[in-house]
């Protein structure tokens, strides 16, 4: 799948092309992420991406003229690649809120425009013949759309397959059921006096049923945790998840021990 990026900064994005699993995706091809900086399209001497906003007040605003530019630029090359005209996403405070659902879809699909607001954001008419959707990463604000970008090419870039070095990980991971993760625990199995000191208050030894070697016990323990923890924390999960149909007797007879 392909990501074309309008940005002001693509220095930004390059260190996540180095480490980790976005590194894996890229190098697989399995995410394909071409940067296009604003500042290219420009054709004055300052060049100029930015301008006052018409009606006074503070900030600037995003020019139409480069980002039409850059978007022609875009469509010949996703053309000359034989591929589709992928939708424009912008990242905005305005827009619905990015989930895991839309993560997927998004994963599934041949990809997106990423627009990258900076300053006080864009001109609306480019948005309103342009744009596709708006999201947003919540109800707080960001003084530019790279890190929504980047967080959302990360999340789509780990359901590619082959990008998470064990297939199985993503489908336990928070919301892909509807639900929040359970707790892990690794080494040392019961902590020693020095640990047990540096970590006052923890329980020094991990929940027996996961050294019990019981799969169904402990595929049992896991779903109560993840029940339980959704429970306390995020309640209204556990309404949709009830609506969706993905809870079963056996959780809902659980939960009600919980009351
Ligand atoms: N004046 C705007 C904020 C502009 S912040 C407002 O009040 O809504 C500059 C840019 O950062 C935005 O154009 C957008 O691309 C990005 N941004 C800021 N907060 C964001 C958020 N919560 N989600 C997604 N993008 C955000």
Known sequence: MRFDVITLFPELFAPFA?????????????????????????????RRV???????????????EPLARALSAIRADQRAAGGPCLPVILFSPAGKPLTQPRVEALAASPGAVLLC???????????????????????????GGELPALTLIDAVARLQPGVLRDAASHQQDSFSDGLLDCPHYSRPEVLDEALR???????????????????????????????????????????????????????????????
């Open 18 to 46: 180095r480490v980790g699993v976005t590194r894996r995706a890229f190098e697989h091809k399995a995410v394909d992420v071409r940067l296009w900086p604003l500042r290219d399209f420009t054709e004055d001497t300052y």
């Open 50 to 64: 930015d301008d006052r906003p018409f009606g006074g007040g503070p900030g600037m605003v995003m020019l139409v």
């Open 117 to 143: 607001g900076r300053y006080e954001g864009i001109d609306q008419r480019f948005i309103d013949a342009h744009v596709d959707e708006e999201i947003s990463l919540g109800d707080y604000v960001l003084s």
């Open 197 to 259: 000191a540096q970590l006052p208050g923890a329980d020094p030894a991990v929940p027996p049923v996961l050294m019990s070697g019981h799969h169904a016990q402990i595929a049992l323990w896991r779903r109560q945790q993840q029940l339980s923890m959704t429970w306390a924390r995020r309640p209204e999960l556990i309404e949709a998840a009830r609506r969706e149909g993905r809870l079963s007797k056996a959780d809902e007879q659980f939960l009600k021990t919980l009351l």
